[in-house]
């Protein structure tokens, strides 16, 4: 994959969600790619080992304990910076997979307060930095459930709408500035952590949502795309990019060889 160097003012990659995952991924495939990255997360001991696995690899990465949903540990964290070239909002999840009849409103609201608020916390504080370095990023993560739904995912979809929208509208109210914003929306992608959070560590119910699906997507399929988008040329900007696997469709359409 061929990439672009990042200009010195622009250097500087902030990965929201980084302790595992895609978060995890992107900050390996931004640090192979020349920036130096700063990891956050709410889990301190994985970030840190993360940032030492990327050092080992000649890269560069700081970690940064954060709760994307704290608006004053968000703005602490952003007075640290005069520029950064690139945020990624990777920080999100889903919890559950009840109808709207039944669901629960305390996890719609942490998933709206991480997949949202979190991405508008995030986004408020580092904004200005980002115009400050002349060539600035924002990467939102979203989903394939931003821009269709399916039974069960309620809460999930409604919160992806949320930051696809979040993302859609940001473009609109800054053209002119020297920021992209791009989304990226990754359809099913089989990862250590996302089917297991949502449904409460229940490894069976966990594994079923892959089941038969040859090649799911990766993290690092995720990962290369997101790199990929962020090292076109300045004037380059990957508005939105769906990816799925070839057996999936739709989100509720996927082909399983049982």
Same mark, same amino acid.
């Given at each position: 994959m061929a990439t672009a160097a990042p200009s010195a003012a622009s250097r500087i990659a902030v990965v929201t969600g980084a302790s595992s995952g895609i978060g995890a991924a992107t900050a390996r495939q931004l640090a192979a790619a020349g920036y130096r990255v700063v990891l956050t997360a709410r889990r301190k001991d994985r970030i840190e080992a993360l940032a030492e696995? &990327?050092?080992q690899a000649g890269g560069s990465a700081t970690a940064y304990? #954060?709760?994307?949903?704290?608006?004053?540990?968000?703005?602490?964290?952003?007075?640290?910076?005069k520029t950064i070239g690139v945020l990624v909002n990777n920080a999100g999840g889903a #919890?559950?997979?009840?109808?709207v009849a039944t669901g629960d409103p305390a996890d719609w609201r942490t998933m709206y307060e991480t997949n949202v608020l979190g991405t508008l916390n995030v986004t408020?504080?580092? #904004?200005?930095? #980002?115009?400050?370095?002349?060539?600035g990023t924002v990467v939102v993560v979203s989903s394939t459930a931003g821009h269709g739904t399916y039974e069960g995912g309620g809460g999930y979809v409604a919160a992806k709408h949320g930051a696809?929208?979040?993302?859609?509208?940001? %473009?609109?109210e800054i053209v002119g500035l020297p920021v992209?914003? &791009?989304? &990226?929306?990754?359809?099913?992608? %089989?990862t250590d952590e996302f089917a297991l959070t949502r449904f409460g560590g229940d490894a069976d119910r966990a594994a079923k949502v892959y089941e038969g699906v040859a090649e799911p997507l990766t993290a690092s399929d995720v990962a290369e795309t997101i790199a990929w988008a962020v090292t076109r040329p300045s004037h380059v900007n990957v508005d939105l990019l769906v990816l799925r696997p070839r057996a999936q469709a739709s989100n509720t359409k996927v082909h399983r060889e049982l």
């Open positions: 696995e &990327i050092a304990q #954060l709760d994307v949903t704290d608006r004053a540990a968000v703005d602490e964290f952003a007075s640290a910076f #919890l559950g997979a009840d109808p408020q504080a580092l #904004l200005p930095r #980002l115009v400050a370095s002349g060539d696809h929208v979040l993302a859609e509208t940001l %473009r609109l992209r914003v &791009i989304e &990226i929306a990754p359809g099913m992608v %089989r």
